[in-house]
């Protein structure tokens, strides 16, 4: 077979790097994209290494099953699709004859395409007509989606195109460290250095990231909302308010003004450990720049206050006068490759296509409508991903659980719990291109296709729709998933409802989203082609696309934006005598999430990156400890092992550990699950535990 060179997107993050993939001959290998608008020929190791997954020996080809039915101590052994979608179908029936129909649960995840995302919302809504799915973005980006849709009626990661990175003055970067999980992106923030440019960020690490600012504070974990608080109350108390912005196109500020009364610099120093001066270089910083933007990520994020933290940072950027404003703003940086249209096409357990509510009687008449079934049959919103699978398995809670393009095992927080939760489940079937932490607990394992293999399209994180184009493939007998939705549909008698063609499914997400919020109506795959993505909201084929938000007012009921008061309040859990340190977890540069496809690479600059717990050489001296060092780390919830990596790179008080293991080294045996109550969003960046010297071996 001639070799041909295709241009698609790495598989991995949401910079969604342009690359050419050539194949043909295999293995097939790969090059960046030099003209594409984000990385514009960069990569870093991960996309490097993307296509050697693509033959990988450990690649599942077929479907599995367990040798004994029923019992998850026999072994899985290879089966045919129908014996294994038949299983499937037949235990999706017995479960809800037994328990309703909410007694079958879906969990979905950020790497789906659009197309299959969507058709997953749908698969569970009208295919099985449960209201329980959800999926892994809850536990990623749900606080500053929360948070964004508050204060602008809109949740889009960035409002503007990364390129103008390069083009503001000062940058507030919260909880997020590019150079080492985006590397293609830093170029836009190296050349606004070079241009003189301001970047302040915030980071409880010396980060790569943070090491190249022009200044760094270093706050405790979790307290990012008391110094979003503290910065608010120096631009008041220095009268860097932006009066006539805050007048003419917000509202609720004297609410926010009266909150931050008390968040005196000293007060916030005691809190935060950012010391007073650094709050008033942070305020001046920003306020003397005629260009701004104020970046939240999961650092901030992913807290049991993280949608009001990420509202703090809003309120700071609205009184500046940001959204808006030329090269200026708020946003978030999303993490998995589709983080953000995996949750605007009803995968959500409240969302419909197109950022529709399912709780919204006119909302749920278009869609469906679009779907051709009465608004009736619809369900309700149903539970939040970390709630449905606390109680897997329990009364009142799922008892199969369809999942595809996640490893809750390894990812969700409290994991021995939800191992224990997922081993009570009656059928537990897993989607997936390997056999991951997850899969190996499963019924039924179900060979998927890769990013290669298949065409759709993928929405990053700067709202830009792009096309992941197919450029070989599968392996014989390998369904993908839109495949694999449909041949369970027509087994639950509503096949006729499904397409296992992505242009049909997309020209139908297109129609389901029209009017609404993240309105794709006017994208086509040849309007990608020829422009290189489009920008949604874009609600018809002559309209342009929208690059930048926010420039003649919100979409709001009345065009304004919405301070809104938040007060701070500790972690849901802080040291004490028995768990005297603050975890915070994190990815490495070489890995990606769970570490499924990652860990598996075979060039040795990826796997010869082990699981480490980073801890201060004072801390490191206090406990006996000498880098390299095994040592043991305990939570109220679990243990867990690393080697020990001493550095001052991070504060006296913290620990950090990578997330991208499971077994041993698991960084979510560690994390608390308490969820935040506007998004249900974990608490993964803080918890409290104790470390001990276990020896060097
Ligand atoms: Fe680009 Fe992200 Fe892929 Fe790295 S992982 S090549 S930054 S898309």
């Known amino acids: 077979m001639p070799s041909v060179d295709t241009r698609t997107h790495c598989p991995y993050c949401s910079l969604q790097c342009g690359i050419v993939l050539t194949a043909g001959a295999r293995p097939a290998t790969l090059r960046p994209q030099e003209d594409f608008p984000t990385n514009r020929g960069g990569l870093c190791s991960k996309g490097w290494n993307a296509a050697t997954l693509l033959d990988h020996p450990q690649r599942l080809l077929q479907p599995l099953v367990r040798t004994v039915p029923g019992d998850r101590s026999s072994p899985l052994r290879p089966t045919d699709w129908d014996t294994a979608l038949d299983l499937i179908a037949d235990g999706i029936v017995a479960t809800q004859e037994k328990y309703g129909r909410d007694g079958v649960g879906c969990f979905g995840g950020g790497g789906l395409t659009n197309e299959q995302a969507y058709a997953f919302g749908k698969f569970a809504r009208v295919a099985l007509r449960t209201a329980m799915i959800d999926y892994n973005g809850r536990f990623c980006m749900s606080s500053a989606a929360t948070a964004g849709n508050r204060a602008f009626g809109i949740d889009r990661g960035l409002p503007f195109p990364l390129a103008d990175l390069a083009e503001t003055q000062a940058i507030l970067l919260v909880g997020s460290n590019p150079a080492a999980t985006m590397p293609p992106a830093m170029q836009y923030f190296d050349a606004g250095r070079a241009a003189g440019a301001t970047h302040i960020v915030v980071d409880p690490r010396r980060t790569a990231t943070a090491g190249g600012s022009s200044l760094h504070l270093q706050p405790v974990p979790g307290t990012d909302l008391a110094l979003a608080n503290g910065l608010l109350h120096l631009v008041i108390k220095e009268g860097l308010v932006d009066t006539d912005y805050v007048a003419e196109r917000t509202r609720g500020f004297a609410a926010v003004k009266a909150g931050v009364a008390s968040y005196w610099p000293d007060r916030v120093e005691r809190i935060t450990g950012v010391g007073v001066d650094q709050l008033l270089a942070t305020v001046r910083g920003l306020a003397a720049a005629d260009s701004a933007m104020i970046l939240t990520a999961r650092g901030a994020e992913q807290h049991s206050s993280g949608t009001d933290t990420a509202q703090a940072f809003v309120n700071l950027a609205l009184a500046l006068g940001l959204p808006g404003r030329p090269f200026s703003g708020y946003g978030t940086i999303t993490g998995q490759g589709n983080g953000q249209g995996g949750r605007e096409h009803g995968q959500k357990a409240d969302q419909l296509p197109g950022y529709r509510k399912l709780a919204d009687p006119a909302h749920r008449a278009y869609v469906a409508g679009v779907w051709g079934i009465d608004p009736d049959e619809l369900p309700e919103p149903g539970l939040s991903a970390y709630e449905m699978l606390d109680r897997m398995g329990a009364e009142g809670g799922v008892r199969t659980l369809l999942l595809m393009a996640s490893n809750i095992a390894v990812s969700a927080p409290d994991v021995n719990r939800v191992r224990d939760r997922l081993a009570a489940l009656d059928l537990l079937v897993v989607s997936d291109i390997f ?244 998004s249900r969003m974990p608490a993964f960046k803080a918890c409290a535990v104790n470390l001990v010297r276990l020896g060097n071996p």
């Open 435 to 678: 056999l991951s932490e997850t899969a190996e607990l499963a019924d039924v394992v179900l060979p998927t296709a890769q990013w290669a293999e298949e065409e759709g399209t993928m929405t990053n994180l700067e709202g830009r729709v792009i096309r992941r184009r197919r450029a070989l493939p599968p392996p014989n007998g390998i369904l993908d998933d839109l495949q694999t939705m449909k041949a369970l549909a027509d087994r639950l008698g509503r096949g006729s409802s499904f397409s296992a063609d992505p242009v049909e499914v997309f020209d139908e997400l297109r129609r389901a989203s029209a009017g609404g919020i993240a309105d794709y109506a006017g994208i086509t795959y040849e309007r990608i082609d020829a422009e290189d993505g489009v920008f949604w909201p874009c609600p018809t084929e002559d309209h342009p696309g929208t690059p930048r938000l926010f420039a003649d007012g919100f979409p709001t009921a009345d065009g304004r934006a919405s301070f809104l008061r938040v007060d701070y309040a500790a972690p849901a859990e802080t040291p004490d005598a028995s768990y005297p340190y603050v975890l915070t977890t994190g990815r490495l540069m070489a890995q990606y999430q769970s570490g499924t496809q990652t860990r598996r690479v075979p060039s040795p600059a990826q796997s010869s990156v082990q699981p480490e717990a980073q801890l201060h050489p004072d801390l490191a001296r206090a406990l006996g400890v000498e880098n390299a060092d095994i040592v043991e780390l305990s939570s109220r919830r679990g243990t867990a092992t690393f080697r020990a990596k001493v550095s001052d790179d991070i504060r006296t008080d913290t620990v950090f550990v990578p997330f991208h293991w499971g077994g041993v080294s698991a960084a979510n045996a560690l994390t608390n699950p308490v969820l935040d109550p506007h």
